[in-house]
């Protein structure tokens, strides 16, 4: 057996675990265990609550907490939370809150804001003698889920329909249950998958006592559970104004406008851009996902997908001129919650909510959403007027100059010094060696 494996890992203590790492893995590495304990909280029930979200805790990962501030959303303002390690992030959406900030602001509506889950069946018999099962069974498969549904219906939830639907043209055999749910203000997963699982045995049930399947021929569930593709919880974001009141940087606001709906044009055409270009768009809605302490996995994986919804990748975002009105909007499917989860486990997750003044799940899709849009718009606006790079780098200054242990006296300097000069990580470091040398 390798002398790396071990038995019984998750049933050590903390130190144990860290102390069979040090040994095993990172022998060459000897201020790791002095790092893992640093980053602990002083605060042993915090530390606690940390080590219970997840197996196998050995410390924490720490993300810096950021706002983004003046933001006008259907003329409220926020301030954002953001939680990122991009240096340039945070900073790209305040500056694109300012600019919209005198110019009407942002503006959202909500779409729909129903998520599903399926019950994925195996059946060899005729189609049209499950369905007739179905319609049979649909009303029961329903209201098997009273009990679980209780709470989520006083909150203006719950189950809202079942569908079956056949798919044995693409995979033999294969069909499924598609249930809809409203979910208030959760995100509505563990909800959602009791109530499948309830139905699927509801479904299994009645199917061992139902005479019309022939032998060998009764349906069988293959699994139950959500899905993270939410293309009916769908919110919009978009703002707008005069053409003439984008002028910047040398250019007309009709020069502007024509290079900005360009770029969008080309994202939405050239997958290799698209990709590049939501990514953007995700640097803000991740960071306020996580702020808030959501799912970003899902939110990604669901976005990613509405992004092909017609057969290509695309840009998620749009742009057009229109009655001499520039407008650059976006629509995103966002399946969030301000109650369960981390919402009232991590202490920073209430923090950020705080921040947002206690927001609702829509409210939230609202934000998240604008804070996407903004992040793209100041990319967008960066590429085709001063270029990426000069924004980007000088926000990653500091890195560098941390890189090569850089003292605050020559930080100071350096980052007079880069305001007229190029930035790169060989620059800085020259920089850093060359002040050093001199004395200073």
């Known amino acids: 057996m390798n002398n790396k494996t071990i038995n019984g890992f998750s049933k050590l203590s903390k130190k144990e675990k860290i102390n069979w790492l040090s040994q095993t893995f990172l022998k060459d590495k000897p201020e790791a265990e002095y790092l893992l304990s640093l980053y602990w909280h002083q ?4 530390q606690q609550r940390h080590d219970e979200f997840i197996e196998n805790a050995l410390s924490n990962f720490y993300l810096p907490f950021a706002v983004a501030p003046n933001f006008k959303i259907d003329d409220r303002i926020f301030a954002i939370p953001m939680v990122i390690e991009e240096s340039s992030v945070v900073a790209a959406a305040s500056n694109a809150a300012k600019f919209w900030l005198d110019r009407g602001g942002f503006k959202s509506e909500i779409i729909s804001t129903v998520k599903s889950g399926q019950i994925h069946l195996n059946y060899s018999g005729a189609p049209s003698n499950l369905m007739r099962f179905f319609t049979q069974t649909k009303q029961a498969l329903i209201r098997s889920v009273d009990m679980l549904s209780a709470g989520m219906k006083k909150r203006g939830g719950g189950l809202i329909d079942l569908d079956l639907i056949d798919e044995s043209e693409a995979l033999n055999g294969y069909c499924y249950i598609h249930a809809r749910f409203e979910t208030a203000d959760a995100m509505g ?32 569930v293959v699994m139950s559970i959500l899905s993270n593709y939410v293309p009916e919880c ?14 910047q940087e040398g250019l007309s606001g009709k020069e502007f406008a024509d290079k900005f709906i360009r770029a969008v044009a080309i994202a939405q055409t050239n997958p290799l851009r698209a ?35 017609d057969g290509q990748y695309r840009s998620l975002s749009k742009a057009k001129i229109q009655n001499d009105t520039f407008e650059f909007s976006i629509e995103l499917p966002l399946a969030l919650g301000t109650v369960g989860g981390l919402t009232k486990l991590h202490p920073m997750v209430g923090v950020a909510l705080a921040i947002l003044e206690e927001p609702t799940a829509v409210e939230l899709m609202k934000i998240v959403a604008t804070a996407g849009l903004a992040q793209n718009f100041a990319a967008v606006r960066s590429l085709v007027t001063t270029g990426i790079q000069k924004g980007h780098m000088k926000m990653h200054l500091l890195n560098f100059l941390s890189q090569n242990n850089a003292d605050e006296p020559t930080k100071m300097a350096a980052v007079e010094h880069f305001k007229n000069n190029a930035i790169s990580a060989r620059s800085v470091a020259e920089f850093v060696a060359s002040y050093n040398s001199n004395d200073h």
Not at 196 to 215: D, K, Q
Not at 234 to 247: D, F, H, K, T, Y
Not at 277 to 286: A, E, F, L, R, T
Request: hydrophobic share 45%; glycine share 8%.
């Open 275 to 309: 990709v590049t270009h939501n990514k953007g768009i995700m640097n803000g809605v991740d960071a306020v996902v996580l702020a808030t302490g959501n799912d970003f996995r899902a939110v990604e994986a669901a976005v990613h997908a509405y992004a092909c919804k």
């Open 189 to 220: 997963a563990n909800y959602i998958n009791s109530c499948l699982e309830t139905i699927a045995a509801t479904f299994g049930a009645f199917a061992e006592t139902y005479e019309g399947f022939g032998p060998g021929q009764q349906p069988e």
């Open 43 to 46: 605060d042993s029930a915090r």
């Open 234 to 247: 769908l919110v919009r974001v978009w703002v707008q104004c005069p053409v003439s009141e984008l002028a």
